[in-house]
């Protein structure tokens, strides 16, 4: 049998979880919005058009933050378009997406519903098509008590007080040719530096995120982080990361290994936001924000005929490897807690989404849901430095794949120990041996896994709960070692408490 050992010493720690590490993703594309989280006359709906099964199910995932309203829509998108009385809002073409937006949904509308499923929102604004003098005003309209044009024109459109929105990002993707308004990093530096000083003298309280790379393998990572940096370092609090994985070429170990080269990319976006630091002989740190992650290669492929409205687009359905390819990012994302403050799993409805629904029908749970929840749920804590022997494997892109990927959060409060595992190993359990030295005497609590024979298995409407956590049994803990045999692909919560 595979075996690997862990030591985890209470003193070693990484640093707290900032609890916006479990935040989410929404873009106006395909039916994220509209027959996902709005849709009036859905049985469920609320006053507001708002679907209330959705509102329960995202609740579970309890995101802190929700990013939006893109993506690649906000860089063609006026924000003024989405405010005031509904028939007086006009009907757009989207050109990111090719679909026809009806606007009937607004940054209101979005606030509204953050407030509903408990989360706080972080608006990108347009630098794409727009500029620092929309984008100021856009921070006087939500965070401005009143007095002014904009302020006043929100309270006309029955918003008295403030949204006082605090987390904002400067565009999207801006290094991207795919992108309305592409830029150089020069460019890009200059518009976002001019953007941040008008949006922070409009509202000092705020916090920015400037784009950083679209993706590792971007052909200007590194230069474009540097030269950006070079404009916004005083400017802004974090800068943006995106990752997305798939298993188009069906090579299974190989997708289970790539979240390691999120570990790359974030190690290495850290090292660069350093240096930037280093050329001003600053101490201030840039944080990162990790605003767009998550399984997505199932619906690449001829996209709907242009300008629907709400086409079914993107609407990956998971299978069992892509939930365990998602704890392995959030594994990753846990064991950088002390640089990765902000985190938006992208998406959350029906556009690569955690949840699914049926216009007029049910909503569900996908496969991904799972180990999303149960890491919002247990990670919110210090994360510890885990020291880890484990056998390995080669993968086709990287060699020497550790089998067990593991992140090990503490909550100082409780005591109890929360250790997140991935077993790799295809075809053998993974016995794993936990050295839980200079802890109190601590017994398993509970041990969830996820797992399934078939690695390909989904959630449907008709089946929704095809692949979800189950109890497992069998570790223990003697003498301060931890002994647990984690089953062949699986994904595990272990809770351990103080007897
Ligand atoms: O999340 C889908 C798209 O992926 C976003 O609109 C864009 O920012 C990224 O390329």
Avoid at 91 to 99: F, Q
Avoid at 132 to 137: G, H, K, M
Avoid at 284 to 298: G, K
Avoid at 367 to 374: E, S
Wanted: charged share 25%.
């Amino acid at each position: 049998m595979l075996k690997a050992t862990v030591i985890l010493d209470r003193d070693y720690e990484i640093g707290p979880v900032d609890p916006r590490l479990f935040g989410g993703f929404a873009e106006h594309l395909g039916r994220h919005i509209y027959e996902g989280i709005y849709e009036p006359g859905h049985p469920t709906a609320d006053e507001q058009g708002m679907r209330q099964d959705v509102i329960g199910l995202v609740r579970e995932l309890n995101m802190p933050v929700m990013r939006y309203p893109g993506g690649n829509f906000v860089s063609g998108y006026d924000w003024k378009d989405g405010v005031g009385p509904h028939d007086q809002r006009p009907v757009r073409l989207d050109l990111a997406w090719k679909s026809t937006e009806p606007n009937t949904f607004g940054t209101n509308e979005f606030v509204n519903w953050c407030r509903k499923v408990g989360a706080e929102p972080l608006l990108a604004v347009n630098l794409g098509t727009g500029g620092p003098q929309e984008a100021r005003e856009l921070v006087e309209y939500c965070n401005h008590p009143g007095g002014s044009a904009w302020s006043d024109l929100r309270r006309a459109h029955g918003y008295e007080k403030p949204h006082d929105v605090k987390l904002w990002c400067l565009g999207n993707e801006m290094d991207g040719p795919w992108q309305m308004g592409y830029k150089t990093a020069a460019e890009y530096g200059r518009i976002a530096c001019e953007t941040a000083k008008l949006m922070k003298w409009t509202d000092p309280g705020i916090e920015l995120v400037a784009c950083g790379s679209s993706g590792r393998t971007m052909p200007t990572f590194g230069a474009w982080e540097l030269e950006v940096l070079q404009h916004v370092f005083d400017h802004v609090e974090y800068l943006s990361i995106h990752t997305y994985f798939g298993n188009a070429d069906g090579d299974t170990p190989g997708f289970l290994a790539k979240p390691d080269a999120m570990d790359d990319f974030i190690e290495e976006t850290v090292a660069l936001c350093d240096a930037a630091a280093a050329r001003r002989k600053s101490p201030r740190r840039i944080m990162l924000s990790f605003d767009e992650w998550n399984v997505w290669y199932h619906s690449h492929g001829p996209r709907p005929e242009p300008w629907l409205t709400a086409p079914h687009m993107l609407e990956d359905v998971y299978t069992f490897e892509d939930a365990l390819c998602v704890g392995g990012m959030l594994i990753s994302l846990i064991n950088h807690a002390d640089r990765v403050k902000i985190a938006c799993l992208a998406q959350v409805v029906n556009v690569i989404g955690a949840i699914m629904t049926e216009a007029g029908g049910p909503a569900w749970r996908q496969t991904i849901f799972h180990p999303f929840a149960q890491a919002s749920a247990n990670g919110r804590g210090i994360v510890l430095r885990a020291i880890v022997r484990s056998p390995v494997y080669d993968a086709k892109e990287r060699q020497e794949v550790p089998y067990l990927k593991t992140a090990a959060v503490v909550h100082p409060d409780t005591g109890e120990l929360v250790l997140f595992c991935l077993n790799r190993s295809l075809d053998e359990p993974l016995a794993v041996e936990v050295d839980l030295r200079a802890f109190a005497p601590l017994q398993v609590a509970e041990w969830s896994a996820l797992r399934h024979d078939n690695l390909k298995a989904a959630n449907t409407a008709e089946n929704p709960a095809a692949v979800a956590p189950a109890e497992h049994r069998g570790a223990t803990v003697d003498q301060g070692r931890l002994s647990a045999v984690l089953p062949e692909a699986s994904w595990n919560v272990l809770r351990l408490r103080e007897i």
